[in-house]
């Protein structure tokens, strides 16, 4: 997959293109992908997915974190076999196009589009001015033919980006595995912390993760995580360690199990597999230290 960060430098091949924010790369998205890929390859042309960047709700100054940072956004994409993803960044001026401009500038010219795949609530143009009906009677203008894809539902729900945040929320990680297809995953330098882990016997690994990323809701999960290309089993908790009167910075910490190599300004990847529990706070670090025995044993057993 080709990647661009400037529209400008797409190559001049005519394109199947789908295009949206793509937050969390669901079962939705992942069918708009498809879709794209599969008429690209009927049709000989490329396929390519176009998304903004940042999320345009940061750019108007709405408050939002994002299931996937824009690595992990293009690692989902890249699975799933599309030719070229291109990072639109959202500025004034595309803030600012009105519908017609869009199709005009962005997809005929610039992209060369002669089909667009999109959702069945796709919004475009200046103030989501546009609507899919909009989208097929102008693109038509421009010999382009529009493909409107239908959602997926799942246990009655329909597939969102708004309603993984729900879940996320939650701590639902099955919920979002099966409205994405896999578990959710959180990335970051280990950094050194206060290291009372290693006090109570349970030294752990603190997840520089990047700042405006959604977290599973706070408490304390089974994990999986990936580091120096090997997995590893272990317990993680989410959040400001009352008992110790942390700040209330919502930290990550991972405790690996039978692990104890040096590991601080390392990458590692936390892939979070069942929630155990809701954060606590317990009267004595005692009382904490065999909370997290029982923990890990919880952890141990949900991932054999």
Do not use: W
């Not at 490329?46 to 690595?71: D, G």
């Not at 206060?194 to 520089?208: E, K, S």
């Amino acid at each position: 997959m080709k990647i661009y960060d400037d529209i400008e430098l797409a190559d001049h091949t005519e394109k199947v293109v789908t295009l949206g924010n793509f937050d969390g790369v669901h079962l939705g998205h992942q069918k708009l992908i498809s879709k794209t890929v599969e008429i690209a390859s009927e049709k000989k042309m490329t396929s390519c997915v176009l998304s903004f960047y940042p999320h345009p709700r940061l750019y108007f100054n709405q408050e939002i974190k994002v299931i996937n940072p824009l690595p992990e956004k293009i690692d989902n994409i890249s699975r799933l076999g599309v030719s070229a993803l291109i990072t639109l960044k959202f500025t004034k001026e595309i803030a600012s196009l009105s519908k017609e401009a869009f199709v005009k500038d962005i997809l005929h010219q610039k992209l060369h589009a002669k089909v667009i795949v999109v959702g069945y609530n796709f919004r475009f143009g200046h103030k989501r001015s546009g609507s899919v009906e909009d989208l097929c009677q102008i693109a038509k203008r421009f010999g382009i033919e529009t493909k409107i894809i239908p959602p997926v539902v799942i246990d009655g729900k329909v597939v969102s980006s708004s309603l993984i945040r729900e879940y996320f929320e939650l701590g639902e990680i099955e919920a979002i595995k099966k409205n994405t297809g896999f578990y959710p995953k959180v990335s970051g330098l280990i950094k050194k912390g206060r290291q009372l882990g290693r006090t109570i016997g349970f030294p752990t690994a603190n997840v520089d993760y990047p700042k405006g990323q959604l977290l599973p809701s706070n408490g304390v999960y089974a994990v999986e995580c990936l580091l120096n290309d090997k997995k590893y089993k272990g317990v993680a908790n989410i959040g400001v360690n009352p008992t110790v009167k942390q700040d209330q910075k919502v930290m990550l910490e991972v405790y690996l199990f039978n692990f104890s190599q040096d590991i601080y300004d390392k990458n590692m990847a936390v892939i979070f597999i069942r929630k155990i529990r809701d954060e606590q706070t317990f009267p004595s670090l005692l009382q904490l230290q065999k909370k997290i025995e029982e923990d890990a044993e919880t952890a141990k057993n949900i991932l054999q």
